[in-house]
């Protein structure tokens, strides 16, 4: 079956642009998640949504950052005044069930932003 | 948050076993001990999970010391494909969501 998606895989902004990044969870899951993975770093913890409610977005590294799922699948990421350390892979999964520790999670391959 | 402990980097040579092992000396009692593995331009991938109990499944196996305060992945007959950074990571308290560390890079030799 189709797994998680996102789009664009690659995007390069002028610094100060903004930027709006997709993701498309595998059907019926009710979690989502966006990671940050700076270049040779593992993946950090941005934000979480439980269905369309956003219950922990305490990884969220300035208020510039501003994540949505308003029908509780499709999620954009949005980065506003994007500058040069906004520059790493955002990463989203998808799990079945809401903040389960057993939860498997399913991740997409990335979208590469690269701030100029 | 509960910190775990892994090599940088490891070698292996291509269908010998490899043994990646991970240190959590801090590892709460309910904390469950979680296994990805991310592929070169690939999101993390789930690879197997345990409790106290070894865990064996079609990718690889989970040996959990008695102490719970090791583990160690293993992977019966290393293949090429099988080169990645393997994530150690302690999950219970974290409201679902994954803390990664940096991991051990795996390379495998032909």
């Known amino acids: 079956g189709a797994g998680v998606s996102q789009s664009p895989r690659y995007k390069v902004a002028k610094r100060g642009q903004d930027v709006a990044l997709r993701c498309d969870p595998i059907?019926?899951?009710?979690?989502l998640f966006w990671y940050q993975q700076a270049l040779g770093q593992g993946p950090e913890f941005l934000t979480y949504?439980?269905?369309?409610?956003?219950?922990?977005k305490s990884g969220l590294p300035s208020d510039r950052f501003f994540a949505e799922r308003p029908e509780g699948s499709v999620s954009t990421l949005k980065i506003q005044r994007t500058q040069q350390e906004d520059s790493a892979v955002y990463l989203c999964?998808?799990?079945?069930?809401?903040?389960?520790?057993?939860?498997?999670?399913?991740f997409g391959p990335g979208t590469r932003l690269t701030v100029l | 948050d509960a910190k775990t402990t892994q090599p940088n980097s490891m070698e292996s040579n291509e269908e010998e076993p490899v043994h990646l092992p991970c240190n959590h000396s801090?590892?709460?009692?309910?904390?469950?001990i979680h296994w990805y593995r991310q592929l070169p331009s690939q999101g993390p991938e789930y690879v197997i999970h345990?409790?106290?109990s070894n865990v064996n499944n079609r990718m690889a196996s989970l040996a959990i010391a008695e102490d719970r305060k090791s583990s160690t992945l293993i992977l019966h007959r290393a293949t090429l494909r099988d080169a990645a950074v393997y994530y150690c990571?302690?999950?219970?308290?974290?409201?679902?969501?994954?803390?990664f560390g940096q991991g051990t890079e795996l390379s495998v030799k032909p």
């Open positions: 999964a998808s799990s079945p069930r809401p903040r389960d520790p057993l939860n498997e999670q399913f």
């Open positions: 059907s019926g899951h009710v979690s």
């Open positions: 949504f439980q269905n369309e409610a956003q219950l922990d």
């Open positions: 801090t590892i709460s009692g309910t904390d469950y």
């Open positions: 345990g409790l106290t």
């Open positions: 990571i302690l999950n219970y308290n974290q409201g679902g969501k994954l803390i």
